[in-house]
C-alpha cells in the first residue's frame, strides 16, 4: 500500500513542478497523471466488504480528476472562454462534494453542526469576495453554492470523526476534506483577483493533492 501512496505523491509533485515551470500543454499532461494517482491510490485502498459506501468516494475522485482536466483547459482557451471553463471545474467539482458527502451520510447522520458550519462559512466567503472586491461575473451564485456544498461536507467529517472516534481512517479523511475547503479558499483569489504568483498557486495545489490522496488513502483503514 505504501509504494501506491508514493507513486500518488510523486505524481503531484512532478505535476506542480511542470505546473510552475513548463508550458500548459505539458501541465495538462501531467496533471492528467497526478489525478489518476490518487484514483488508483483510492482503488487500492477499496475495502471490498464496504463496497457500497466506499464507492461514493471513489466516484469523487472521479470527479475530481474530470475537474481537473477541464480547469487545466483554462491556459490553452481564450479569455473569454474563462468563466464557462471555471463553471464547469464548479460543476463537476460539486458532484465530487456530493459523493463524499453521500459517503459520509451513509456512516452518520446529517448534523445540525455541519449545516451551522456550512452557513457560516458561507457568509464569510460571501463577504469576503466582496471586501477583496472579487471579479466573478456569471461564476458568483455558483461559487457560493459551491462553497456551502464543500463546507457542508467538511462539516461532516467533523461529526463522523466525532462520531467513530479519532483513528487513523477517520483522521486521515478530516484532514483531507479541511485542506480541500482551504485549498479552494486559496483558488478564489487566483481566479477572481488574479492572484496568480507561484506561492498561490504552489500553495493551492499542495493542499488540493494532499486532500485527494488523504480522502483516497483513508479508505483503507475505514
Do not use: C, W
Not at 495538462?28 to 497526478?34: E, G, L, N, P, Q
Not at 471490498?48 to 472521479?62: N, Q
Not at 463537476?92 to 457560516?120: D, E, N, P, W
Request: hydrophobic share 60%.
Amino acid at each position: 500500500m505504501t509504494i501506491y501512496l508514493l507513486i500518488a505523491i510523486l505524481l503531484a509533485v512532478i505535476y506542480i513542478g511542470v505546473e510552475l515551470f513548463s508550458k500548459p500543454l505539458f501541465a495538462i499532461y501531467a496533471k492528467a497523471f497526478a489525478s489518476m494517482g490518487f484514483i488508483v491510490l483510492g482503488l487500492v485502498s477499496f475495502n471490498t466488504s464496504s463496497f457500497e459506501p466506499m464507492i461514493y468516494v471513489i466516484i469523487g475522485l472521479l470527479f475530481g480528476m474530470i475537474g481537473d482536466v477541464v480547469l487545466a483547459l483554462r491556459p490553452l482557451r481564450p479569455k473569454e472562454e474563462d468563466e464557462t471553463i471555471i463553471l464547469g471545474g464548479i460543476f463537476t467539482f460539486s458532484m465530487g462534494h456530493i459523493f463524499y458527502l453521500i459517503f459520509l451520510l451513509s456512516l452518520s447522520q446529517l448534523h445540525f453542526i455541519s449545516i451551522i458550519i456550512s452557513i457560516v462559512m458561507t457568509i464569510v466567503v460571501v463577504i469576503g469576495s466582496y471586501m477583496m472586491k472579487f471579479e466573478m461575473g456569471k461564476t458568483r451564485i455558483p461559487s457560493y453554492i459551491y462553497s456551502a456544498l464543500i463546507f457542508l461536507m467538511i462539516g461532516q467529517a467533523i461529526v463522523f470523526t466525532m462520531n467513530q472516534g479519532a483513528n487513523q481512517g477517520t483522521l486521515l479523511l478530516l484532514v483531507g476534506a479541511i485542506l480541500f475547503g482551504i485549498s479552494d479558499l486559496i483558488l478564489a483569489p487566483i481566479y477572481y483577483k488574479r492572484m496568480h504568483t507561484k506561492l498561490m498557486v504552489s500553495s493551492n495545489l499542495i493542499t488540493y493533492y494532499l486532500a485527494q490522496i488523504l480522502i483516497a488513502y483513508s479508505l483503507f483503514f475505514l
